[in-house]
């Protein structure tokens, strides 16, 4: 199946939108979105903030900002797991 995602970001004071045709693959289109955002991301020279994804005119912004933070704690919690 394939999704159009739309998400709109400000970075460096200036605001922004990019939108892309991703073939979902069997995974969520939340996971899709938020992999799309990443990648946005590391062609941002100063990061971004997110603002709004559209997912075939449906707002999911709030599914992909949990996504990210549980991303972000997940990855915090296997850092603190040292072997000493």
């Known amino acids: 199946m394939t999704v159009i995602i739309h998400i709109h970001y400000t970075s460096s004071g200036s605001r922004s939108y990019q939108r892309a045709e991703i073939q979902l693959r069997g995974k969520s289109k939340e996971r ?3 992999d799309f955002w ?3 991301q590391k062609r941002l020279p ?4 997110l ?3 559209l997912v075939e005119k449906e707002d999911i912004t709030e599914a992909v900002l949990e996504l ?3 991303e972000q704690l997940k990855a915090f919690y296997a850092a603190d797991d040292l072997p000493f």
């Open 32 to 34: 899709a979105a938020l």
């Open 68 to 70: 990210e933070k549980q």
């Open 46 to 49: 100063y990061g971004g903030e």
């Open 51 to 53: 603002e709004k994804v």
């Open 38 to 40: 990443k990648w946005i």
